[in-house]
């Protein structure tokens, strides 16, 4: 098949490249390292010119050979990439937002091969305390064909959102640094040094760190939770290799306690690694939220979406 | 004036020695970073025996001269140096406890010298959710003279505890990891990145942090409004220099709302490092809570009380 479309899933630690053909059927892609805050530092040649650019050289590593065998390929990307540390700014969009819109806000970087990348825009929320988000515009809108007109799209990462769409538009998010704070928690506290890694998932400890963010003590909140997880190792009611797991369902307990009474109703979608998703519906299902499923390949489609919409390439 | 008493506050990560006179003055006072997870491993003689063990070095050098100088000077401790990992440990006593009586549970350990260190057991509350507490048990007994039959003390730290006291009695508390949870994500954190020290506090960005953590907002839970941190320097709403105050108001906020109702209609009384309990103070003036005051040398005057309960010195 021929190729139509190369788009990139750019964020802060990883670089995904897809080869997508017609109607975005995925013909070849590539996963590195080159995340915006790991580009490569070696000088190479690209297009004849010596180049020490990071971003040129992780473009290039990500497709070089694809454009070179079809130059006229053209090319979106979203993600860390389009922001202020990124290749090139693009412009948050406010709050309430039509995603496919997005498409029509593309940002326009030349790469020095002459090939112009498409930068999708991140989406800003200033009502309140402000809230941005920059890939997950994009997933959202890969996961929307098909779907209910109100749903809730759950994001699980180092920074969960939570994304509540109306209609195809994003009318409100949040944002969780549960991932951040159990990953520095348990490298760098006290928790992490009576915690031993298990080979197996703990299910009851998950589930034991779920409810008690969920009960009265719960109402606390997980500063003062935080301390069960060496309380409960010291009192031998947790054991070592229990316990990382007993803080991951803490502190995803806790995440989904604050999302608003409103969620319960929904139908709520997740996306993302299906390990985490799989911690996340097991979580939900134990704080009573009803209708949870699955999606896969947002980004993938997202950027497809996005690419038909900017007349980049054609829909099937 | 005449010692009376060698009196040790050895936490985790440094050893307070205090020789104290007739009524428990301070005739004088040493700090050593000898905290039981710092403990010094160069071999010395002690007592003409050749010694690598820690905590005999440690005691040695915190007040050998003194004994030397006074042989028969009884000796009290209290804090982690009477837990597992601790010098030796002395076993927890159960809530509800008199806090005097903890003068009559003395556990004992013979040091190289000859001479006994009566070390102070801590305190376990086994009501829901296990919480334990070493040290500031003998903080909460040097404040309570003097004070109303039902107090709320507040010992703002690392893990900050906020003990209960009703008739002289620890009738329940809770732990923060509040201070801890500070550290480790300004260090290790996305949220450091972006923070640059501040010469001076920033009370406006303190402030701030406390009102978010009490808003509706505030109600999602501290994963929710940590991103905040993040997002008001992305829109210029907070400088770098004032997010380190910003995140500490907004972290002190979230611990303030997870006391309890009736905590707001009891004195409170603050023990600790200054410049953290006036952090406290200026917090819990902001959330309601209108009867406060500080507290100081909470521990060496509880070290002399228990030792006078237990017999080992006289009151005055």
Chains 1, 2 share one sequence.
Request: glycine share 12%.
């Amino acid at each position: 098949m021929q190729a139509q479309l190369i788009a990139l899933d750019w964020g802060t630690s990883s670089l995904r490249a897809y080869k997508l053909g017609p109607a975005g059927v995925v013909l070849e892609q590539r996963s590195l390292a080159s995340g915006i805050m790991h580009l490569p530092s070696e000088a190479r040649e690209i297009a004849g010119v010596l180049c020490s650019d990071g971003f040129e050289l992780a473009f290039d590593a990500a497709c070089g050979d694809w454009l070179e065998a079809e130059p006229g390929l053209p090319v979106i990307a979203c993600g860390m990439v389009g922001s202020a540390q990124g290749w090139s700014e693009a412009a948050y969009r406010n709050t309430p937002v039509d995603v496919a819109s997005l498409g029509q806000a593309l940002h326009k970087v030349l790469s020095l091969r002459g090939v112009e990348v498409h930068i999708v825009p991140g989406v800003i929320e200033q009502v309140g305390l402000p809230n941005v988000m920059r890939g997950e515009e994009t997933q959202v809108l890969g996961v929307l064909p098909g779907l209910e007109t109100e749903v809730l799209i759950g994001l699980p990462g180092s920074h969960s959102k939570w994304v509540e769409v109306v209609g195809g538009r994003i009318t409100h998010f949040d944002t969780f640094m549960t991932g951040e704070v159990f990953a520095v928690l348990s490298k760098h506290s006290l928790l992490g040094r009576t915690q031993k890694p298990s080979e197996t998932f703990q299910a009851d400890a998950f589930d034991r760190g779920v409810h008690v963010a969920l009960s009265d003590e719960g109402e606390r909140g997980v500063l003062s939770t935080l301390f069960s997880a060496r309380t409960l190792g010291l009192t031998a009611q947790l054991l070592p290799e229990q316990q990382p797991d007993y803080l991951s369902g803490l502190l995803i307990g806790h995440e989904l306690a604050g999302l608003p009474d409103r969620a319960k109703h929904l139908p709520i979608i997740l996306v993302g690694a299906a390990p985490l998703c799989a911690r996340y519906q097991r979580a939900l299902a134990r704080c009573g939220f009803a209708h949870v499923s699955l999606a896969q390949e947002a980004t993938e489609r997202g950027l497809w979406q996005l690419a038909v919409a900017a007349g980049l390439t054609q829909p099937v």
